[in-house]
C-alpha cells in the first residue's frame, strides 16, 4: 500500500513539475463537476518516459488527470463521479498522431479530383487503385466521363506520371472528350495537360503563349496541350476557373479532413501558411469549424514576408498581425517561420555538393543576401525557424547561416528544424546535433525514388541514403516525420513503416543503416512531431495534464512484425476527450463558401497559392 501510495504521489507531483500547473490548479480540476471518463484498453502505450505503458487513462474536461495502472488511476479518481469505457478493451490506445507538414488547400484540390495516380489512394469515398499503366489510366478516365451528368462540368484528374506511364497529350484526352473541359493534373502538381475544349473555351491560344516570356514559352507545348514548370505559372490565370473553384476547394478540404481523421490524425501544421486573407477565410469555413475532428496550426511564410516588406521591423509587425487571421480550431503557430533553402527533390534541383550523374545542376530557392536578411530577422526575434532543404550543400548554407546567428546572438532551445533532410551527409548530422537542431524528414522519399534516382541524377549511394534517419537516431537527435501532403500520402503509420523498413518500390531495402527503431517512428508522429512544433507540453504523449488526444489503433506498431505497420486498421481518435470513430458522418454546416462573390478571384488566389507551394516541390524532367 505505502508503494502504491508513493506511486500516485510521484504521478502528481510529476504532473506539477512537467506542466507548470499549481497544486491548486491540480486540485480544482480533480474536484470538477464535469464527468470523469476511465479509459482502459489492451495496451496503452504513452511515449512519456517516466512510464511508458499504462492499463487506464482518466479524461476529464478534454485533459488527462490520471495514468496508470487501474488500481493508481481509481485511487486518483477517488470517490468522484466517473464512467468507465470500456470501447478500447480490444485495441491499443497511443497518443495522438500529428501531422507535422501538410499542405491542405494543395492536397485539398488534389484529392477532389479524379485521382488516378502512381499510388494506391485510401480516400473517405473509396480507394483511388494504383494505375497499372497508360491504358489504364485512358481507360479508367473515360469512365470517370461517362459517369458525369452535366455536359459542361469540367473533368480534372490528378496523378499522372509520364515518367511511370510515358507522355500525355491533349491527342489523348481529345479521345476522352471533344465537347467538355477536360485537364490532366500531373503527379508533381507542376504540370498540366489539357484537350482541345478545354484550351478553347479559356482562351488558351497560340497566340496568347507569343505574348509571354522567353521562359515561359519554352516551358509550354502548344500542340501537345502541355504546360510545365513557368508555363504553368503563365496559364494558371486562365485555367483557375478549372482547377481552383470555390466549390472544388471545399469539396477537397472535406475529403482531407475525412482522410487525416480516418489516418489517426489529431493535429496537424502547415509550414509555410496563408497569406491571402480571402483564401484563408475560405479554408477557415472548413477548417475552423467545432466539427473538425482535429485542430491545424499554420507556420508564416518568412519568404514572402521578407520579399513584400523591405523594412525588417515591418516584415515582424506584419507576421504578428496574422494571429487575428485564425479561430476555433485553427490557430497560427507561436513565434514560428518557414524559410527556404534550395530547390525540390521530385525535380532533382537540391542542391548537392557533388555534381549530378548527368551533369545538371540544382537551383537555389532563395538568393543568399534574401536567405541570411531573413533568417537575422526572425532569429534575432526569437522566432523558431524551420527551413525548406533538400540537398547537402542546401544544408551547408543553412548550417552555416545558424552557426553565424548562434555565435552573434546566443540562444538556448532555438529547435530549427532541417525539414525534408533529402540527401545529406554524416558529417552534417553530427554538426547539426552540435547546433541544436531538430529534423522533420519525409521518409517516403528513398521508397518512392531511390530506385529511380541510384540510375538517374544521384547515383546508388546518395539515392539509398537519402533521409538517412538511422544517424539521425544514433546522433541522439531529435527528430519527426511528415508527409508534405499530396508529395506523399498523409498516413502517420504509413511513414514509420517507410522509416522503419525503408522497402523500396522495386522490393528491395535501401541502406538499412538507415533503418530507424520502431519506438522512434512511433515517437516521430507524436511526441518528437509535438516537439519539433513546440506544443509538446500539450500534447504528443499520453501524461497528466496534457491534451486528451490519443490514436486508437487496432495492432501495436511497436510490437508487431515491421512488415504489418501500415496494415494496421485505425478505429478511430480521441481529441480532446471526444471519441471520434472514423466513419462518423460530421454535420456539414452551410458554410456559403460556394456563394461568395467573387468566386473567379478566389480561384486565382487559391491557384497562386498552390504554384507558390510547388515552386518548392516542382518536377521538371531532366
Same mark, same amino acid.
Given at each position: 500500500?505505502?508503494?502504491?501510495?508513493?506511486?500516485?504521489?510521484?504521478?502528481?507531483?510529476?504532473?506539477?513539475?512537467?506542466?507548470?500547473?499549481?497544486?491548486?490548479?491540480?486540485?480544482?480540476?480533480?474536484?470538477?463537476?464535469?464527468?470523469?471518463?476511465?479509459?482502459?484498453?489492451?495496451?496503452?502505450?504513452?511515449?512519456?518516459?517516466?512510464?511508458?505503458?499504462?492499463?487506464?487513462?482518466?479524461?476529464?474536461?478534454?485533459?488527462?488527470?490520471?495514468?496508470?495502472?487501474?488500481?493508481?488511476?481509481?485511487?486518483?479518481?477517488?470517490?468522484?463521479?466517473?464512467?468507465?469505457?470500456?470501447?478500447?478493451?480490444?485495441?491499443?490506445?497511443?497518443?495522438?498522431?500529428?501531422?507535422?507538414?501538410?499542405? #491542405? &488547400? /494543395? +492536397?485539398? $484540390?488534389?484529392?477532389?479530383? =479524379? @485521382?488516378?495516380?502512381?499510388?494506391?489512394?485510401?480516400?473517405? *469515398? %473509396?480507394?483511388?487503385?494504383?494505375?497499372?499503366?497508360?491504358?489504364?489510366?485512358?481507360?479508367?478516365?473515360?469512365?470517370?466521363?461517362?459517369?458525369?451528368?452535366?455536359?459542361?462540368?469540367?473533368?480534372?484528374?490528378?496523378?499522372?506520371?509520364?515518367?511511370?506511364?510515358?507522355?500525355?497529350?491533349?491527342?489523348?484526352?481529345?479521345?476522352?472528350?471533344?465537347?467538355? #473541359? &477536360? /485537364? +490532366?493534373? $500531373?503527379?508533381?502538381?507542376? =504540370? @498540366?495537360?489539357?484537350?482541345?475544349?478545354?484550351?478553347?473555351? *479559356? %482562351?488558351?491560344?497560340?497566340?496568347?503563349?507569343?505574348?509571354?516570356?522567353?521562359?515561359?514559352?519554352?516551358?509550354?507545348?502548344?500542340?501537345?496541350?502541355?504546360?510545365?514548370?513557368?508555363?504553368?505559372?503563365?496559364?494558371?490565370?486562365?485555367?483557375?476557373?478549372?482547377?481552383?473553384?470555390?466549390?472544388?476547394?471545399?469539396?477537397?478540404?472535406?475529403?482531407?479532413?475525412?482522410? /487525416?481523421?480516418?489516418?489517426?490524425?489529431?493535429?496537424?501544421?502547415?509550414?509555410?501558411?496563408?497569406?491571402?486573407?480571402?483564401?484563408?477565410?475560405?479554408?477557415?469555413?472548413?477548417?475552423?469549424?467545432?466539427?473538425?475532428?482535429?485542430?491545424?496550426?499554420?507556420?508564416?511564410?518568412?519568404?514572402?514576408?521578407?520579399?513584400?516588406?523591405?523594412?525588417?521591423?515591418?516584415?515582424?509587425?506584419?507576421?504578428?498581425?496574422?494571429?487575428?487571421?485564425?479561430?476555433?480550431?485553427?490557430?497560427?503557430?507561436k513565434n514560428q517561420v518557414k524559410l527556404?533553402?534550395?530547390?525540390?527533390?521530385?525535380?532533382?534541383?537540391?542542391?548537392?555538393?557533388?555534381?549530378?550523374?548527368?551533369?545538371?545542376?540544382?537551383?537555389?530557392?532563395?538568393?543568399?543576401?534574401?536567405?541570411?536578411?531573413?533568417?537575422?530577422?526572425?532569429?534575432?526575434?526569437?522566432?523558431?525557424?524551420?527551413?525548406?532543404?533538400?540537398?547537402?550543400?542546401?544544408?551547408?548554407?543553412?548550417?552555416?547561416?545558424?552557426?553565424?546567428?548562434?555565435?552573434?546572438?546566443?540562444?538556448?532551445?532555438?529547435?530549427?528544424?532541417?525539414?525534408?533532410?533529402?540527401?545529406?551527409?554524416?558529417?552534417?548530422?553530427?554538426?547539426?546535433?552540435?547546433?541544436?537542431?531538430?529534423?522533420?524528414?519525409?521518409?517516403?522519399?528513398?521508397?518512392?525514388?531511390?530506385?529511380?534516382?541510384?540510375?538517374?541524377?544521384?547515383?546508388?549511394?546518395?539515392?539509398?541514403?537519402?533521409?538517412?534517419?538511422?544517424?539521425?537516431?544514433?546522433?541522439?537527435?531529435?527528430?519527426?516525420?511528415?508527409?508534405?501532403?499530396?508529395?506523399?500520402?498523409?498516413?502517420?503509420?504509413?511513414?514509420?513503416?517507410?522509416?522503419?523498413?525503408?522497402?523500396t518500390t522495386g522490393g528491395r531495402v535501401?541502406?538499412?543503416?538507415?533503418?530507424?527503431?520502431?519506438?522512434?517512428?512511433?515517437?516521430?508522429?507524436?511526441?518528437?512531431?509535438?516537439?519539433?512544433?513546440?506544443?509538446?507540453?500539450?500534447?504528443?504523449?499520453?501524461?497528466?495534464?496534457?491534451?486528451?488526444?490519443?490514436?486508437?489503433?487496432?495492432?501495436?506498431?511497436?510490437?508487431?512484425?515491421?512488415?504489418?505497420?501500415?496494415?494496421?486498421?485505425?478505429?478511430?481518435?480521441?481529441?480532446?476527450?471526444?471519441?471520434?470513430?472514423?466513419?462518423?458522418?460530421?454535420?456539414?454546416?452551410?458554410?456559403?463558401?460556394?456563394?461568395?462573390?467573387?468566386?473567379?478571384?478566389?480561384?486565382?488566389?487559391?491557384?497562386?497559392?498552390?504554384?507558390?507551394i510547388l515552386s518548392a516541390h516542382s518536377?521538371?524532367?531532366?
Amino acid at each position: 500500500m505505502k508503494k502504491l501510495i508513493y506511486s500516485v504521489i510521484g504521478l502528481i507531483l510529476s504532473s506539477y513539475f512537467s506542466y507548470s500547473q499549481t497544486l491548486q490548479d491540480m486540485s480544482g480540476s480533480m474536484t470538477a463537476e464535469n464527468q470523469i471518463v476511465i479509459y482502459t484498453a489492451k495496451e496503452i502505450i504513452t511515449m512519456d518516459t517516466a512510464r511508458p505503458k499504462a492499463e487506464a487513462v482518466a479524461v476529464q474536461n478534454g485533459k488527462i488527470i490520471a495514468v496508470g495502472t487501474k488500481e493508481e488511476v481509481a485511487k486518483i479518481v477517488g470517490d468522484r463521479k466517473a464512467r468507465l469505457d470500456k470501447t478500447f478493451n480490444d485495441k491499443v490506445i497511443v497518443p495522438g498522431f500529428i501531422a507535422q507538414h501538410d499542405h #491542405p &488547400v /494543395l +492536397a485539398a $484540390l488534389s484529392m477532389a479530383s =479524379e @485521382v488516378l495516380s502512381i499510388e494506391d489512394w485510401e480516400l473517405p *469515398n %473509396g480507394t483511388a487503385a494504383v494505375v497499372k499503366d497508360k491504358n489504364d489510366f485512358m481507360t479508367r478516365l473515360a469512365a470517370a466521363e461517362k459517369k458525369m451528368e452535366d455536359k459542361e462540368e469540367a473533368l480534372v484528374t490528378w496523378g499522372y506520371h509520364p515518367s511511370f506511364y510515358g507522355p500525355l497529350t491533349r491527342a489523348d484526352l481529345d479521345k476522352i472528350s471533344t465537347t467538355r #473541359p &477536360v /485537364l +490532366a493534373w $500531373l503527379r508533381s502538381c507542376h =504540370e @498540366v495537360v489539357m484537350n482541345t475544349y478545354a484550351m478553347e473555351k *479559356n %482562351g488558351v491560344t497560340a497566340d496568347l503563349i507569343k505574348s509571354w516570356g522567353e521562359s515561359p514559352q519554352k516551358q509550354s507545348n502548344f500542340a501537345e496541350g502541355r504546360f510545365w514548370e513557368q508555363g504553368m505559372f503563365a496559364v494558371a490565370p486562365k485555367i483557375a476557373n478549372l482547377l481552383a473553384t470555390p466549390e472544388k476547394l471545399e469539396k477537397g478540404l472535406y475529403i482531407v479532413r475525412d482522410y /487525416l481523421h480516418s489516418k489517426g490524425i489529431t493535429f496537424g501544421n502547415e509550414p509555410g501558411g496563408l497569406l491571402v486573407k480571402p483564401l484563408q477565410d475560405a479554408v477557415n469555413s472548413v477548417m475552423s469549424s467545432e466539427e473538425m475532428p482535429f485542430r491545424w496550426s499554420f507556420i508564416a511564410d518568412g519568404k514572402t514576408l521578407c520579399d513584400k516588406y523591405k523594412d525588417d521591423k515591418q516584415v515582424l509587425e506584419e507576421a504578428k498581425k496574422l494571429d487575428s487571421w485564425y479561430y476555433g480550431k485553427t490557430s497560427l503557430g507561436k513565434n514560428q517561420v518557414k524559410l527556404f533553402s534550395d530547390g525540390a527533390i521530385y525535380s532533382l534541383l537540391m542542391q548537392v555538393r557533388d555534381p549530378y550523374t548527368d551533369k545538371h545542376h540544382g537551383e537555389w530557392m532563395t538568393d543568399l543576401p534574401v536567405f541570411e536578411r531573413a533568417f537575422k530577422i526572425f532569429w534575432d526575434a526569437g522566432y523558431q525557424i524551420h527551413v525548406h532543404v533538400n540537398g547537402d550543400a542546401g544544408l551547408d548554407r543553412v548550417l552555416n547561416t545558424l552557426e553565424k546567428n548562434l555565435k552573434a546572438n546566443p540562444r538556448e532551445d532555438h529547435r530549427t528544424v532541417i525539414v525534408h533532410f533529402a540527401v545529406s551527409a554524416k558529417d552534417q548530422v553530427d554538426r547539426l546535433a552540435k547546433l541544436g537542431c531538430v529534423v522533420s524528414g519525409n521518409p517516403y522519399y528513398p521508397v518512392a525514388l531511390a530506385d529511380n534516382y541510384s540510375k538517374n541524377g544521384l547515383g546508388p549511394k546518395r539515392a539509398d541514403s537519402m533521409v538517412r534517419m538511422g544517424d539521425v537516431e544514433r546522433a541522439g537527435v531529435s527528430y519527426s516525420f511528415h508527409s508534405d501532403m499530396p508529395m506523399a500520402p498523409a498516413d502517420p503509420l504509413y511513414l514509420m513503416w517507410c522509416a522503419v523498413n525503408r522497402l523500396t518500390t522495386g522490393g528491395r531495402v535501401a541502406a538499412p543503416e538507415q533503418k530507424v527503431s520502431r519506438e522512434g517512428a512511433l515517437k516521430a508522429v507524436t511526441i518528437d512531431a509535438a516537439y519539433s512544433l513546440k506544443v509538446e507540453d500539450q500534447m504528443g504523449s499520453i501524461a497528466i495534464g496534457k491534451l486528451a488526444n490519443f490514436t486508437i489503433l487496432y495492432d501495436n506498431p511497436v510490437s508487431c512484425e515491421a512488415m504489418k505497420i501500415k496494415d494496421i486498421k485505425v478505429w478511430g481518435t480521441v481529441a480532446e476527450g471526444k471519441k471520434q470513430p472514423v466513419g462518423l458522418k460530421n454535420t456539414k454546416s452551410i458554410l456559403g463558401m460556394n456563394n461568395q462573390k467573387d468566386s473567379d478571384g478566389l480561384a486565382e488566389e487559391t491557384l497562386n497559392h498552390v504554384m507558390k507551394i510547388l515552386s518548392a516541390h516542382s518536377d521538371d524532367q531532366h
